[in-house]
């Protein structure tokens, strides 16, 4: 018997996405009313474009394989993290498709810098590029790259620190000005992991780039992609520190960090993280927010990882990423003869 039918209300603070609760998100009940009502949670999450926010679903914290239960609601495929290029450190003890993001050992993953200013004149957290760093989407360097992220917070810092910030990348494509949309119609980016000696502040130093295997290699992607289900377009780039600068970050256009391309990159992550498109996700424990990488950009915010602990879980899925990459294999799977951690020491 299925009870505790949730509750959607468009979230607050923000011009998309939906908040949905639980009469009781401590209960394992909550946990099978998620799944058994799938289909219409996922029509909610895509009506919302692509950002769903479940508050106080505490019960999963005892339950990581249920995550993974849910995470397979929303796509045909959820990542194993043992067989994808991701350092070991980041797995989870016991479930392969979820990974842990946190400062503790072993992950120490440390939070990204504080930006200076961090908050606005009126206080409200600074969240536009390039005063706040650290706008991404998840795996651009891979092809196909992946469809939605689902974040779960176990152990979260205060409530004015470690946010997650979200930019409906969809509606900023729609407000950019007609020359705009011309001049990047058809245009790649080059999308590269941040370990690999590619970064604009790489190339100034003069650091070398790795000699990357060919599961590890730059992907491109168009600034311009199609949501398969709703056929939107949406600005899809990355910040700096998951292009490549040196071929890129725009194929066509004048290469390095301060070329054409570097130029018009940054102009479009400006634009896209207006604050009139982003949400600010204020973490509880328990929360788990869902977004989707086709047509959203994310970004993590600072926390002081010296006083607080931050202890994340993630699943990634994939399968649906559109007809722009149809045919594809699998970039990612390594090659005979290399590791999927090859080269990645420093990751
Ligand atoms: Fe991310």
């Known amino acids: 018997m299925i009870s505790s039918e949730p509750t959607f209300r468009p979230l607050d603070g923000a011009s998309f996405g939906v908040e949905m609760t639980f009469d009781d998100g401590t209960s394992a009940t909550a946990l099978d009313t998620f799944i058994a009502a799938a289909d219409e949670i996922r029509a909610r999450f895509k009506t919302a474009g692509g950002l769903m926010v479940v508050k106080g679903l505490t019960a999963l914290e005892k ?40 400062n503790l050992p072993p992950c120490n993953h440390p939070p990204p810098p504080c930006p200076e200013p961090r908050l606005t004149d009126s206080g409200g957290l600074v969240v536009q590029f390039p005063q706040q760093q650290n706008w991404h989407t998840d795996q651009s360097f891979r092809r196909p790259p992946p469809d939605i992220t689902l974040l779960y917070g176990v152990t979260t810092p205060p409530r004015d620190q470690g946010q997650t910030l979200y930019a409906d990348c969809t509606a900023a494509y729609a407000a950019l000005d007609r020359k705009t949309r011309a001049r990047i119609q058809g245009l790649q980016g080059i999308h590269v992991a941040g370990w690999t000696g590619r970064t604009p502040d790489d190339v100034r130093q003069g650091v070398t780039p790795l000699d990357l295997p060919p599961h590890q290699a730059p992907q491109r992607h168009p600034l311009v992609r199609f949501h398969p289900d709703s056929g939107k377009p949406a600005l899809y780039v990355c910040e700096e520190r998951q ?34 498109f982003t949400y600010v996700h204020e973490w509880s424990p328990g929360d788990l927010v869902i977004g989707d990488n086709r047509c959203l950009l994310h970004a ?48």
């Not at 004048?254 to 130029?263: L, R």
């Open 63 to 102: 339950a990581p394989e249920r995550f993974v239960q849910i995470s397979e609601t929303f796509g045909s495929e959820v990542e194993n993290y043992h067989e994808t290029p991701t350092a070991t450190r980041f797995r989870h003890n016991t479930i392969p498709q979820v990974l842990i993001l946190s």
């Open 243 to 276: 292009m490549d600068f040196v071929a890129g970050p725009i194929e066509g256009l004048g290469a390095g960090p301060d070329g054409e391309g570097a130029t018009l990159l940054r102009a479009l992550l400006r634009h896209a993280t207006r604050p009139e």
């Open 300 to 347: 993590a915010t600072w926390y002081d990882a010296e006083r607080h602990a931050r202890l994340m879980w993630r699943t990634t899925v994939m399968g649906n990423p559109g007809e722009e990459y149809s045919g594809d294999t699998k970039s990612w799977i390594p090659p005979a003869g290399f590791e999927p951690t090859h080269g990645m020491e420093k990751a």
